[in-house]
């Protein structure tokens, strides 16, 4: 009895496996294979800060899986100037077990980061990745790869072909699939299939899951005829296997999502792939076979993580930057300024980028120095930055290519056609995001860099409305430009500090002047130029701003388009206080942009720290009927500028 009873466990064991593996997946298998791992260049500053950050988002995300059930989930924390992002994401199939599993084998593979600041890991089952500055919109990043098996698949020209159809498919249908997740079993002869699944982030738009899926797609073209392949990137992933790695019933029908354009594409594809027989297959299986071996090993990628690894720029081809802006036309055009025209580009593997011509005239420092400063701005990090991922030489031609902000400038939300948008939260957030950024130029880099031209057109902002710097560094490139302190003037009157607009002296500090009037233009949605008219006759931002401090009357200089029951007066009054510490008369009692960083974040007011009278600094940008009598002007100034009376 004893051993039919054995007999009987041992085959009730025997089915549960078979009937588990062949129709719901591999138990307790969280798909621990590494695909790809990095750590970026950068440490954390604050290790203490960093660690506290990083362990309550990793915590946070557990529970999101734990408690919520969920595939996908996104943390972040902030401790002092500390802030972690992170984002954990389960391919669907995996029970939540299994989800957990893959999940803390991350945290602990991500460890081996110790103090970078950025990291990824990308297993079959999952991902983890965590940065010091929002990501969760990016998808396609220069640290994207390729995985291929070391088996060729059975029938492979047959294999080949459904393959090349099975992919192609996913790419259209997974962006088009709520959620971002596809997987199919595709029949290739009688005796085998092909198992694909393909994910995009969740954050992702359908646009950059497509954008994703294409280099993915294109990718894995060089696994096939391959039994399997893994293609990865920073928001998505696709994987197909002769083998199964997912239950047939958690496949998903795309067929429906397949009719929007896919079905012309599908059909060429089938008839090129398939019209071909006998000897013409023949001759595309040689071509192959001849082009990988010529083809050199791929490098391993996994230090690469886009945002976090940008050791030195992208050096970008002129015809592709051509084409990708249309040829610089008139239509791509995003804007004029100093150091030159910025166009809209979409690269050939669908990225949308800012292409900037640089106007730097000729010079030997312009031909010896362009590389090296161009790979300094390059490794310039911070979450308030504009990334620059390359730049282009061309004869005299000085090209670099920018992240793209769709959202364009400050200056469009303050006086174009955004005017009145952005309320008061918005307002606050990127005027503590640009002095942080500043912060990190001016102390946090090993090379102190002063921008010089800090307006509202040099404030890009992102999906979420927060402020990323551009063009910071280039003033570097100036011809004579010799040092990060040189008087070369590169500055845009009505915001520059008078002691570098008429004497030519430049520090630090007249960054935070400039950045002092950008805040007193966001608080009020006047231009720093334009002239107020009242009793007292005309007045420009500045002055108008001092006179209502002198009168407690701060609150006067508010945007009227903002809800003054969407303000706190104290808080908004402790802000002008502050922008007019910054736009001192003398530079040496002008706050740090990180401790300009400290009053923004302070709760109390500063009423220890009293604002001297600036020295007001007119721009004569039209024709006045009333001249000031002590003027100067910089050889390299566009207008005039006068000193002008407080009173």
Same mark, same amino acid.
């Given at each position: 009895?004893?051993?039919?009873?054995?007999?009987?466990?041992?085959?009730?064991?025997?089915?549960?496996?078979?009937?588990?593996?062949?129709?719901?997946?591999?138990?307790?298998?969280?798909?621990?294979?590494?695909?790809?791992?990095?750590?970026?260049?950068?440490?954390?500053?604050?290790?203490?800060?960093?660690?506290?950050?990083?362990?309550?988002?990793?915590?946070?995300?557990r529970? *999101? =899986?734990?408690?919520?059930?969920?595939?996908?989930?996104?943390?972040?924390?902030?401790?002092?100037?500390?802030?972690?992002?992170?984002?954990?994401?389960?391919?669907?199939?995996?029970?939540?077990?299994?989800?957990?599993?893959?999940?803390?084998?991350?945290?602990?593979?991500?460890?081996?980061?110790?103090?970078?600041?950025?990291?990824?890991?990308?297993?079959?089952?999952?991902?983890?990745?965590?940065?010091s500055?929002?990501?969760?919109?990016?998808?396609?990043?220069?640290?994207?790869?390729?995985?291929?098996?070391?088996?060729?698949a059975?029938?492979?020209?047959?294999?080949?072909?459904?393959?090349?159809?099975?992919?192609?498919?996913?790419?259209?249908?997974?962006?088009?699939?709520?959620?971002?997740?596809?997987?199919?079993?595709?029949?290739?002869?009688?005796?085998?299939?092909?198992?694909?699944?393909? *994910?995009?982030?969740?954050?992702?738009?359908?646009?950059?899951?497509?954008?994703?899926?294409k280099?993915?797609?294109?990718?894995? *073209?060089?696994?096939?005829?391959?039994?399997?392949?893994?293609?990865?990137?920073?928001?998505?992933?696709?994987?197909?296997?002769?083998?199964?790695?997912?239950?047939?019933?958690?496949? =998903?029908?795309?067929?429906?999502?397949?009719?929007?354009?896919?079905?012309?594409?599908?059909?060429?594809?089938?008839?090129?792939?398939?019209?071909?027989?006998?000897?013409?297959v023949?001759?595309?299986?040689?071509?192959?076979?001849?082009?990988?071996?010529?083809?050199?090993?791929?490098?391993? +990628?996994?230090?690469?993580?886009?945002?976090?690894e940008?050791?030195?720029?992208?050096?970008?081809?002129?015809?592709?930057?051509?084409?990708?802006?249309?040829?610089?036309?008139?239509?791509?055009?995003?804007?004029?300024?100093?150091?030159?025209?910025?166009?809209?580009?979409?690269?050939?593997?669908?990225?949308?980028?800012?292409?900037?011509?640089?106007?730097?005239?000729?010079?030997?420092?312009?031909?010896?120095?362009?590389?090296?400063?161009?790979?300094?701005?390059?490794?310039?990090?911070?979450?308030?930055?504009?990334?620059?991922?390359g730049?282009? %030489?061309?004869?005299q031609?000085?090209?670099?290519?920018?992240?793209?902000?769709?959202?364009?400038?400050?200056?469009?939300?303050?006086?174009?056609?955004?005017?009145?948008?952005?309320?008061?939260?918005? +307002?606050?957030?990127? %005027?503590?995001?640009?002095?942080?950024?500043?912060?990190?130029?001016?102390?946090?880099?090993?090379?102190?860099?002063?921008?010089?031209? %800090?307006?509202?057109?040099?404030?890009?902002?992102? $999906?979420?409305?927060?402020?990323?710097?551009?063009?910071?560094?280039?003033?570097?490139?100036?011809?004579? $430009?010799?040092?990060?302190?040189?008087?070369?003037?590169?500055?845009?009157?009505?915001?520059?500090?008078?002691?570098?607009?008429? #004497?030519?002296?430049?520090?630090?500090?007249?960054?935070?002047?400039?950045?002092?009037?950008?805040?007193?233009?966001?608080?009020?949605?006047?231009?720093?130029?334009?002239?107020?008219?009242?009793?007292?006759?005309?007045?420009?931002?500045?002055?108008?701003?001092?006179?209502?401090?002198?009168?407690?009357?701060?609150?006067?200089?508010?945007?009227?388009?903002?809800?003054?029951?969407?303000?706190?007066a104290?808080?908004?009054?402790?802000?002008?206080?502050?922008?007019?510490?910054?736009?001192?008369?003398?530079?040496?009692?002008?706050?740090?942009?990180?401790?300009v960083?400290?009053?923004?974040?302070?709760?109390?007011?500063?009423? #220890?720290?009293?604002?001297?009278?600036?020295?007001?600094?007119?721009?004569?940008?039209?024709?006045?009927? $009333?001249?000031?009598?002590?003027t100067?002007?910089?050889?390299?100034?566009?207008a005039s500028?006068?000193?002008?009376?407080?009173?």
């Amino acid at each position: 009895m004893v051993q039919q009873l054995k007999l009987l466990v041992l085959a009730f064991v025997w089915w549960w496996t078979w009937w588990s593996t062949s129709n719901h997946g591999a138990v307790a298998d969280p798909q621990t294979r590494l695909v790809n791992t990095g750590c970026s260049t950068y440490n954390a500053s604050s290790l203490r800060s960093f660690y506290v950050s990083l362990n309550e988002t990793f915590s946070e995300i557990r529970g *999101q =899986i734990s408690n919520q059930s969920k595939h996908f989930a996104t943390a972040q924390e902030a401790r002092g100037d500390m802030l972690v992002y992170a984002m954990f994401q389960c391919r669907n199939y995996l029970s939540k077990n299994d989800c957990l599993g893959c999940f803390t084998n991350a945290t602990t593979q991500i460890r081996n980061c110790s103090a970078a600041n950025g990291a990824r890991v990308i297993y079959d089952g999952c991902f983890l990745r965590y940065e010091s500055e929002r990501f969760y919109d990016q998808t396609t990043e220069p640290g994207n790869g390729v995985l291929c098996g070391n088996n060729t698949a059975k029938e492979a020209p047959a294999f080949r072909a459904a393959g090349q159809q099975v992919l192609m498919d996913l790419q259209i249908a997974t962006p088009r699939i709520k959620g971002f997740f596809a997987a199919t079993k595709t029949q290739v002869s009688a005796g085998g299939s092909i198992y694909a699944i393909a *994910q995009c982030v969740e954050t992702a738009t359908e646009t950059s899951c497509l954008d994703c899926m294409k280099v993915g797609y294109n990718n894995l *073209q060089t696994c096939l005829p391959n039994s399997d392949g893994r293609a990865y990137d920073a928001g998505c992933f696709m994987r197909y296997s002769e083998t199964p790695f997912f239950a047939d019933n958690q496949t =998903i029908d795309i067929t429906p999502y397949l009719k929007q354009g896919g079905s012309s594409k599908k059909w060429a594809i089938i008839g090129g792939v398939i019209g071909g027989a006998g000897l013409v297959v023949i001759l595309l299986i040689a071509l192959f076979a001849w082009q990988r071996s010529k083809k050199p090993k791929r490098l391993p +990628r996994g230090d690469i993580l886009g945002a976090t690894e940008l050791k030195g720029p992208v050096n970008y081809k002129y015809n592709d930057l051509k084409a990708a802006t249309k040829n610089f036309s008139d239509e791509n055009k995003l804007g004029e300024g100093g150091f030159g025209d910025v166009y809209k580009g979409t690269l050939k593997n669908g990225k949308v980028v800012a292409v900037k011509k640089l106007l730097l005239g000729k010079s030997s420092k312009m031909e010896d120095d362009f590389e090296s400063e161009v790979k300094l701005i390059s490794n310039v990090h911070h979450r308030n930055l504009v990334r620059l991922l390359g730049c282009c %030489i061309k004869g005299q031609e000085r090209i670099l290519v920018y992240e793209y902000m769709a959202n364009s400038s400050l200056d469009r939300f303050l006086f174009g056609n955004q005017k009145g948008s952005l309320n008061w939260k918005q +307002r606050f957030d990127i %005027i503590l995001g640009t002095a942080r950024g500043l912060a990190y130029l001016h102390e946090e880099f090993h090379v102190s860099i002063i921008h010089r031209d %800090i307006k509202t057109g040099n404030i890009l902002l992102d $999906d979420d409305l927060q402020p990323k710097i551009a063009d910071f560094g280039l003033a570097r490139l100036l011809p004579g $430009d010799r040092s990060h302190l040189s008087t070369r003037f590169a500055g845009t009157l009505g915001y520059t500090a008078p002691e570098y607009a008429i #004497h030519g002296q430049l520090s630090e500090k007249a960054d935070t002047y400039s950045y002092g009037i950008v805040v007193l233009e966001i608080i009020s949605g006047q231009k720093s130029t334009e002239v107020k008219v009242d009793d007292d006759g005309h007045e420009y931002l500045l002055q108008r701003t001092w006179k209502l401090y002198e009168r407690g009357m701060h609150l006067d200089l508010v945007d009227k388009a903002l809800d003054p029951n969407d303000y706190d007066a104290e808080d908004v009054k402790k802000v002008i206080e502050i922008a007019l510490l910054c736009t001192q008369a003398s530079a040496a009692t002008r706050p740090t942009m990180s401790e300009v960083v400290v009053l923004l974040k302070s709760k109390s007011l500063i009423g #220890h720290l009293q604002p001297t009278m600036p020295v007001f600094v007119e721009t004569n940008l039209k024709s006045r009927e $009333d001249k000031s009598t002590s003027t100067a002007s910089s050889s390299n100034a566009t207008a005039s500028t006068s000193i002008l009376s407080a009173r």
